[in-house]
């Protein structure tokens, strides 16, 4: 990652979280002992966090450490979860949960034979049936187009656009029902810097209007336009804290400086138990 | 489930090359037959009336596995069961779909077949059209099932063979049923697609709606009504 002068960016600066603005109290979130098995291996372990509601916590780790796991434990679509994990007031997976809840995959999930706007109004018409709610679903519809920035594309087949615009039209239909907690799996992937800072200006309004996001990303210098954030590692949560009290607590200048501190004083604790055994072998030295 | 079948059809209008291939194929293979049995056109009737029922089957049986199968891979399946959308909704859908195609495709082949090619039919065509949409939903509701059992593409071409062949060599076409090895005639009694035949050469055989017929429409209905169930046990929430 690159750090430059902010007066040397070409780009407008992205809005930070504004300090004066804590997010309220109320958890969307709430996870005691969360774990998850997956094919036998234990892919997150005992983990404990909140995630408030009206505000946007990254999730944030190295590939494999169970980011995605955990964004479908909370979506409920991830078998053998234990413990306790509260999503609005009721148990992940619950039926009530299903129209309150926009999950958007890593990969884009929409059809790639339908148009951009075709897709919406049929997930439209999933979550809101009937005729009665015609000109409420159109409405959600152009709303969700134009908040992706798609407008002009609306009329293309979803499997002719690109890939970060094929992403979008996935995250427009988690948009479509104002859920009140959107879980999204690494939204800003394959997207140029305009788009990147666009979207993070839209999570930034959605959070404003009360919903609860949990984003996750492996490009650190987004972690900095967070509220919160979740430092995972190896199936476990590393810290919970605001971007600001991160770098404080590590005296790091940045998150990701702030993460690898946290890293390797994890890789220490975990140490100990190696020391007593053979000296570093040939490969664990090349490291 | 109607904005899950216009949907699926919305699929399909994108698409006018599988839609020429599901409705002219059909037309071009029953002619095709008329040809082979020119010196003997009882052969053709009694082959003809057959085939106008699995042709249904069969290409509903290819269209919804692979439909199914590419819900599954691209994540829309996921992130439909994450929405409030009953699985009776969405196979529904599925089922309603595919059945308005198979009408369609059912209606021109039996026309052509009756009308062109001189296929003697005693009872209605009609009813011939009745058992042809039966058989559609029979093959929709097996391709929604065996999608569950393919990780690709691949396998689920291969299901068809696997599950297809030994419904059509055992169904009557070839030999009479009652000609069979007793074993043979007894797996066939099981086999849905045995009934599926069984009411069309009744339609062709009978002016009237015969007890036979009602059995025959019966059992095919059930039976897709049962795979249909199965198939929705296999949708799945969530998943490991």
Not at chain 1, 164 to 183: K, M, Y
Request: aromatic share 4%; proline share 7%; net charge neutral.
């Amino acid at each position: 990652m690159m750090n430059y002068e902010p007066g040397a960016a070409p780009t407008t600066p992205t809005p930070q979280p504004s300090p004066d603005t804590p997010p309220p109290p109320t958890s969307a979130i709430a996870a005691r002992g969360l774990t998850v098995v997956r094919g036998g291996r234990t892919v997150l372990r005992a983990l404990d966090f909140t995630v408030p509601s009206g505000s946007i916590t990254g999730l944030l780790g190295p590939s494999g450490c169970g980011k995605t796991t955990l964004m479908r434990a909370v979506a409920g679509t991830q078998a053998k979860v234990t413990g306790v994990l509260d999503v609005l007031g009721h148990p992940a997976g619950d039926p009530a949960l299903r129209p309150r809840i926009g999950y958007v995959t890593q990969a884009p999930s929409v059809y790639t034979d339908l148009t951009v706007r075709q897709n919406l109004d049929y997930f439209a018409a999933v979550l809101h049936p009937g005729r009665a709610h015609r000109a409420a679903r159109r409405e959600a519809v152009a709303r969700a187009i134009d908040d992706v920035d798609l407008t002009t594309r609306a009329d293309a087949l979803a499997g002719a656009l690109s890939g970060g615009q094929r992403s979008r039209v996935s995250l427009a239909v988690a948009l479509l029902g104002t859920p009140d907690l959107l879980v999204l799996d690494e939204p800003t992937v394959g997207l140029d810097p305009v788009l990147r800072r666009d979207l993070w200006d839209l999570f930034h309004r959605l959070a404003d209007r009360g919903t609860a996001l949990l984003v996750s990303s492996h490009v650190m210098d987004e972690a900095e336009r967070c509220h919160r954030l979740l430092l995972m590692r190896d199936g476990r949560v590393l810290a919970e804290d605001t971007p600001d009290a991160l770098r404080h607590r590590t005296g790091a200048a940045t998150v990701e400086e702030a993460f690898l501190h946290l890293v390797d004083a994890d890789r220490a604790d975990e140490r100990p138990a190696a020391t007593t055994a053979a000296p570093l072998t040939s490969e664990e030295a090349s490291r | 489930m109607t904005a899950t079948a216009g949907r699926v059809l919305r699929q399909l209008t994108h698409d006018p090359r599988t839609i020429a291939l599901l409705v002219i194929v059909p037309v071009l293979l029953i002619t095709l037959l008329r040809y082979v049995f020119d010196g003997a056109p009882g052969t053709f009737d009694a082959t003809g009336a057959s085939l106008l029922g699995i042709f249904p089957l069969i290409t509903m049986f290819l269209v919804t596995s692979i439909a199914t199968l590419r819900e599954r891979t691209t994540g829309t399946l996921e992130r439909l069961l994450a929405l409030p959308l009953g699985k009776g909704g969405l196979i529904g859908g599925y089922a309603l779909a595919f059945g308005a195609v198979a009408v369609v495709q059912s209606a021109l082949a039996t026309a052509v077949s009756v009308w062109l090619l001189g296929l003697d039919v005693v009872g209605s065509p009609w009813l011939l059209l009745l058992v042809a949409l039966l058989d559609a939903l029979l093959g929709t509701a097996l391709g929604l099932f065996v999608s569950a059992f393919a990780a690709s593409e691949f396998q689920a071409v291969q299901f068809m063979p696997a599950v297809i062949f030994p419904q059509l060599l055992l169904c009557g076409l070839f030999t009479p049923r009652e000609a069979m090895h007793p074993v043979l005639e007894a797996i066939s009694n099981v086999l849905p697609m045995s009934y599926a035949v069984d009411g069309m050469n009744q339609v062709l055989q009978h002016p009237d709606i015969t007890g036979d017929f009602v059995r025959d429409i019966a059992v095919v209905a059930g039976s897709a009504l049962l795979v249909l169930c199965l198939g929705a046990i296999t949708l799945r929430r969530r998943t490991p």
